[in-house]
């Protein structure tokens, strides 16, 4: 006998449409004086994994299962049962990796290879593991509209999405990165939920009590809100349980609206922790946020979250305003040697201080005694960074290889826990744009002019703007894996294994405590340089070459993005638009090497 449930109480009758027929389903109680739970369930015959399910409200159409384990038939088709016992895994012996230490790679699915599978991400993951990777954090894979797209419009949040490989496929990408070593990140979004999806006919899903821009705020805190946060509550657990994942990525957090003592977030960190207890397993929690609030990574015994690290765009504004020099929309605060100073020793630029984008001031600040900075992830590159420019343009379509080297000399030895955009490592052109497979006609036409009228604000002619539904706009976006075996992309990517390996090797690159850091600069001559113990990291971002004073006798160059940096006693000469890292001793000490200059 198989017992099949659903919560929705907005409905007055439900049935189970099983095998062509209809079965009336019964409300639950939970116990006397506690009034109806909102569950609707029956027993029905024993049914094999791969059985067709749907629900019917009110005698109305069949509609998928909220919690439908697969979608075959895209997101308004029949529901499958799935059995998640079933597959084969041969992870036994994981145990996860801690955020501390760990190096990121974010790539998504449909566009890191040809095939844009599962399986085709497993042919790569030798190439990650080569380049140093420890953690790979997979793009949205919760059944959305259409073929392809970024996924954050996901409409079955408990379905794998089958174009790229269903279930099995995720497990086996999953159990494959284990094997070597890597651990599994999984993008999810709970701030919102795809246009198209059916929650609403179930029950009170969304509230109009508060907004978000994508509509009604998901009901985290208004009349039925139990059953809401225990909905993606339980998805959560779901992905780390069922599809052995070593952690999530919380979508835009920013935009959860929640008025409740305890936050959803907070909960939602609780749980996660004890399932990580009884799995022995590491289990991380990454939230995207544009609050620049430390409680999400304060643990919960001091008052925060309890999450475990958390983006910063802060830092990502810095470098890339610094060696792009654009200064439009959200940049225009950043783009000084000071701006990026200040993320580099204390988190936020906006940390209680006036934001021009916003027309307010913005942020708190982080306490760099008590928060290790390995807890924020640094990045040169994203998707939202790159897909939401007009043209979804990479930083190395038109900046030198030079500059992109600096750029990534900055993130790889920075304090921050670095995250990688796929392709970046090798300084990829090809564009990663905003691509969407609608199936709505009236939906696809939306999208597309809305974004052509977004752009033409800031002078853009709208026949420039790629319309998301051609599906050219997807193919564009896809990854060129002939680029990293000729010049220039080979060079940079042999600078992004050399810098890796460096923060492997060197404990001062990996050392997360902000106050065992210092930053000096020259805003006018433009360059910086970070202490971090013996090691001076210095970027050079003019045209002339820069003459830096190491504070102590400079005995080796560990790294360099080019040739003609060299020592001479105290002092460090570095060419423009280049990058080095330099060991020291204190004066006085005997030196373990004799000075000297490095080319590449």
């Known amino acids: 006998m198989t017992t099949f449930r659903v919560w929705a109480p907005a409905a007055a009758t439900v049935d189970l449409e099983l095998g062509g027929q209809r079965h009336p389903m019964a409300q639950e109680n939970p116990g006397a004086g506690s009034g109806w739970s909102g569950w609707w369930s029956v027993d029905g015959p024993d049914v094999a994994a791969g059985t067709d399910y749907g629900f019917g409200l009110d005698g109305g159409e069949t509609l998928p299962d909220p919690r439908s384990p697969r979608q075959p038939f ?46 085709g991400a497993v042919e790569r993951l030798d190439y990650l593991r080569q380049l140093g990777v420890t953690t790979v954090e997979v793009m949205p894979v919760a059944t959305f509209p259409g073929r392809h797209g970024w996924g954050y419009d996901g409409i079955n949040l408990w379905a794998v999405h089958e174009p790229y ?177 200040k993320t580099y020793t204390r988190v936020f630029f906006h940390d209680g201080t006036w934001s021009s984008f916003r027309g307010r001031t913005h942020g708190r600040p982080v306490d760099v005694q ?20 007009a043209t979804g343009d990479r930083i190395a379509a038109t900046l030198s290889p030079d500059l992109v080297k600096v750029g990534a000399g900055l993130v790889l030895t920075g304090p921050y826990t670095p995250m990688l955009f796929m392709g970046e490592e090798w300084g990829a052109d090809t564009p990663w744009q905003y691509f ?42 896809r990854l060129d894996w002939s680029q990293p075996d000729r010049e220039p992309y080979l060079a940079i990517l042999a ?55 190491l504070g102590q006798p400079g005995t080796a160059v560990l790294a360099a993005s080019g040739p003609g940096v060299a020592i001479e006693q105290d002092t460090v000469t570095i060419p423009g638009a280049a990058f080095a890292v330099i060991e020291t001793r204190p004066s006085g000490s005997a030196p373990d090497s004799q000075p000297d200059s490095q080319g590449a």
């Open 370 to 389: 008590r928060l290790p900075a390995d807890r924020f992830l640094g990045y040169l590159q994203d998707h939202d960074q790159i897909g939401n420019r």
């Open 165 to 341: 490989g269903g279930p099995d496929g995720l497990k086996r990408l999953v159990d494959a990165c284990h094997a070597r070593g890597l651990a599994v990140l999984l993008d999810v979004v709970y701030n919102h939920v795809g246009i198209g999806n059916r929650l609403d006919a179930f029950g009170p899903y969304f509230t109009t009590a508060h907004t978000t821009p994508w509509g009604p705020a998901v009901n985290l805190d208004q009349p039925g809100s139990d059953e809401v946060r225990a909905f993606l509550i339980g998805n959560a657990l779901m992905w780390l349980r069922d599809y052995h994942l070593d952690g999530l990525r919380l979508d835009a957090v920013h935009a959860l609206a929640d008025n409740r003592a305890l936050h959803f977030l907070e909960e939602l960190a609780a749980d996660v922790h004890a399932l990580a207890a009884a799995l022995n397993r590491d289990l991380v929690l990454v939230a995207e946020s544009d609050a620049n609030d430390p409680r999400l990574v304060t643990a919960r015994e001091a008052g925060g979250y309890g999450l475990t690290g958390q983006w910063s765009d802060d830092f990502h504004h810095a470098v890339h305003a610094a060696i792009t020099g654009e200064r439009q929309g959200y940049y225009h605060d950043f783009g000084s040697l000071a701006a990026l100073a």
């Open 495 to 549: 600078w992004y294994r050399e810098l890796i390996a460096l923060r492997r090797a060197r404990p001062e690159l990996t050392d997360p405590w902000l106050d065992r850091l210092s930053a000096e600069f020259d805003e006018d001559a433009r360059w910086i340089m970070i202490r971090r113990g013996p090691l001076r990291i210095a970027a050079n971002l003019g045209a002339a070459p820069a003459r830096l004073a």
């Open 74 to 119: 895209g997101v308004k088709g029949l529901s499958r049962t799935y059995d998640q016992a079933a597959f084969g895994w041969t992870d036994q012996g994981w145990r996860g990796t801690p955020l501390p230490g760990a190096v990121l790679y974010e790539l998504h699915v449909g566009t890191f290879t040809p095939g844009g599978t599962f399986d």
């Open 436 to 477: 969407t497979d609608h199936v709505e006609e009236w939906l696809a036409k939306a999208v597309a002019q809305g974004r052509k009228a977004e752009f033409a604000q800031y002078g853009w002619n709208a026949d420039d703007i790629p319309d998301p539904q051609d599906e050219a706009t997807f193919l564009r976006s």
